[in-house]
Each structure stands twice: as structure tokens, then as C-alpha cells.
């Protein structure tokens, strides 16, 4: 097993524990999400990757099925649960995800499900047949509202500088972020996680909207 570490220029200690670790450390400037991905990809030297974050981690059931997981599949899917102020969220739970693939036949493509086409948000693909792993994958993305705030209106900007400013596509975002609010409300759960689950599916539900408004 051989470990990479591909570091934008954090301010924190993970070099220093990713090297302790026995992990290969690359450091290079930030440019965005897609390159900085595809970068990565291009350093693995190993027949399969598994690709995940510095805020996401593997629950053990997960853990135990990539070690068991067939080699006779070019990819697995797993599933991914988000947590908000330190608790899973319904509306972001089951989340299907490709992130153990081969090598030589994935590739990362920016996501259709953005506001814009800004190299923000990807997906890897791969060529050939996939399953879905047990287990869960842990994203530990937002430890508090401020914290989910601060990325939100981060987010948002990214997309608004790619985008022409439209009237009209405000307003349709605007009319479209209320069934949005309420199909995650009601169909995703989110009303059941109370105060939390209710301020995180508001602020979802106007992420296109505020990313439209932003590019004036």
C-alpha cells in the first residue's frame, strides 16, 4: 500500500503527520478543486486508488470491505454521510460516491449538479463495471454553523465569478429554492434533525440562487 498526500499549502500539522505516518507528501500551490484532483491522480503509481479528503474517514465496517473488495470490478461506489455541528444529517446521509477505482481507467470530471461550470464541485468516473461497498464513508465537513456558513458563502462566489448575471435566472432560482427547501424538509428528513437539519436545508435550498444573485 503506498500512501499520497497532496497538500495545497495547509497551516495546520498534517505534512508533519502525514510524513510520521509513512505517507508519500506533495506539496504544490492551490488552483482548484478539479486540477488539484487530477494532479493527484497523476502521481498515484499503484494499480487502484482510493481517493478521499483530509475531513472524510472510513467507518470500520467500509474499512473491512475495501480490503475484501474483489479486484475483478474497475470501481466501487460508497456511501457517505455528512456531519453538521458533530451529527449525521438525514438529508445528507447515502450519499453514492466513486472512490476506489483503477487507476488507469478513472478520470474526474467537474459535476453537472453545480450552479455553474466552475471547477468546484467533480466526480470521478471510471470505464468499466462498479459496485457499492459496505459501509460508510464519514464526512466530517462542517464542525459548526460558522464553519458550514464561511464555506457556503465561499462556494457560492467561486460559482457566481464564472457565471453572466441574469435577472431572470435569479428569479427562477429564487421561485425554485422553495420546493428545494421543502423536498428537503420533508422527503430527505431533514425536519426530523430539528433546529440543524432545518437551517442546513434553508441554506442548501439557496445555493443556486445566491450564486446567481452574487454574480452581479
Not at 460559482?159 to 422527503?187: C, D, M, N, T
Request: aromatic fraction near 12%; proline fraction near 5%.
Amino acid at each position: 500500500m503506498h500512501t499520497l498526500v497532496v497538500d495545497a499549502g495547509s497551516s495546520d500539522r498534517t505534512i508533519e503527520f502525514a510524513r510520521a505516518a509513512g505517507a508519500e507528501v506533495v506539496e504544490r500551490p492551490w488552483t482548484d478543486f478539479v486540477n488539484a484532483r487530477r494532479h493527484a491522480l497523476s502521481l498515484v503509481k499503484t494499480e487502484w486508488t482510493l481517493a478521499i479528503d483530509a475531513d472524510e474517514a472510513l467507518d470500520d465496517r467500509l474499512r473491512d470491505a475495501i480490503v475484501a473488495a474483489p479486484t475483478n470490478i474497475d470501481g466501487y461506489l460508497v456511501r457517505r454521510t455528512t456531519f453538521y455541528c458533530a451529527k449525521p444529517l438525514r438529508m445528507w446521509r447515502g450519499e453514492a460516491l466513486l472512490r476506489l477505482f483503477r487507476t488507469q481507467r478513472a478520470r474526474l470530471e467537474p459535476s453537472d449538479t453545480a450552479a455553474a461550470p466552475a471547477p468546484l464541485h467533480e466526480r470521478w468516473l471510471v470505464e468499466g463495471a462498479t459496485l457499492t461497498l459496505p459501509g460508510t464513508l464519514l464526512h466530517y465537513s462542517y464542525p459548526d454553523a460558522a464553519s458550514y456558513r464561511a464555506k457556503f458563502e465561499r462556494y457560492t462566489s467561486i460559482e457566481a465569478s464564472v457565471q453572466h448575471f441574469s435577472l431572470k435566472r435569479v428569479v427562477r432560482e429564487w421561485l425554485l429554492s422553495w420546493p428545494r427547501f421543502l423536498w428537503l424538509l420533508l422527503r430527505r428528513g431533514a425536519l426530523l434533525d430539528g433546529p440543524r437539519g432545518v437551517a442546513a436545508a434553508y441554506w442548501s435550498a439557496r445555493y443556486r440562487y445566491v450564486a446567481a444573485r452574487k454574480a452581479r
